[in-house]
């Protein structure tokens, strides 16, 4: 499986970006996909996930109201769009793809992982 994130850059702090994600190498419409993150020294954390058929979403508690991932499996796509960015959120942002339809957010459920995309937010 191949996966294929693009999309950061440098925004300003209450700035918006959206990140996608191109899939490949299995039927992509079998398995949750997820969103995670790491900062400079510090742990890949969970960002957000979505089930095979797009029928439940899950956030970490950091960025509910303000990020939003979907997807679409005609296409093999899965997009965050990130909202009212923070400094905080300043991070790697990697895409992953889940064991399962319902994986949520533990790292060690995910089986193929993106090269990742840097969000930079400034203050």
């Known amino acids: 499986v191949q996966l294929q994130a693009c999309g950061g850059g440098l925004v300003q702090t209450g700035g918006s970006l959206r990140l996608s994600c191109a899939a490949s190498?299995?039927?992509?419409?079998?398995?949750?996909m997820g969103w995670f993150r790491q900062a400079p020294g510090k742990d890949r954390d969970f960002v957000a996930s979505i089930t095979w058929n797009g029928d439940m979403t899950f956030y970490a508690d950091s960025v509910k109201g303000r990020f939003t991932i979907s997807r679409d499996n005609t296409n093999n796509m899965v997009w965050l769009q990130m909202n009212s960015l923070k400094p905080e959120d300043t991070a790697v942002y990697y895409c992953?793809?889940?064991?399962?339809?319902?994986?949520?957010?533990?790292?060690?459920?995910?089986?193929?992982w993106g090269q990742g995309t840097l969000v930079t937010v400034s203050s």
């Open positions: 190498g299995r039927t992509f419409s079998n398995f949750a």
């Open positions: 992953a793809s889940g064991r399962s339809r319902r994986t949520r957010a533990r790292s060690m459920e995910y089986d193929h």
